[in-house]
């Protein structure tokens, strides 16, 4: 049995983790990072497409997380700081898109899901943002698991279509395929609803 390495390092529980911000621990940043920087950076990088924005984004989380945690306990960890480093990064997309058009997978992701919903009239026009954001949420609980990694991880964190393929050990065709799918579904969903969205 092999020894374990010293630069290894044991992640620890997010309860524990969470217990560390509690305990106003700066450790707790540390664990953070170390379990999911990696997760952290790739969400902002997908959204901003530029290395130092997404470090940027990625700091910002732990300092946001550290000034919220206490009072806040998060339920799901992963969860927690994923949606508090996507915040911070489409805050800082919309604000470098102001003057320029930067090219993203957020960008080619958003296209593709509004090209669904709108067909000729903006899908804010359509609907109030609340609304549609609760109808797609019902509407990807509807799907199997594959299908909401593959909407989720499109949509939300912005994956591209070779990513979401080598997670889920499909071929891109076939992630190409299961968004298609999807989307019409999603249309399908909505018009039954009552909902306009051509």
Known sequence: M????KTQHELLADERIIELYWSREESAITETD????QLLYQIAHRILNDRLDSEECQNDTYLKVWNTVPPTRPTVLRSFLAKISRNLALNRYKEK??????PSELTVAFEDLENTLQGGESAERELAAAELG????????????????V???RYYFAESVEEI???LQMTKSNVYKQLEEIKKGLKQYLEER???VE
């Open 134 to 149: 609760v109808m797609i949420n019902d509407y990807v609980h509807t799907l199997a698991l594959r299908g909401q990694y």
């Open 151 to 153: 909407f989720v991880g």
């Open 165 to 167: 393929a080598k997670a």
């Open 2 to 5: 092999k020894a374990r390495s």
């Open 194 to 196: 009552g909902e306009r």
């Open 97 to 102: 898109n102001r003057q320029k058009r930067v």
């Open 34 to 37: 170390r379990k999911y920087g």
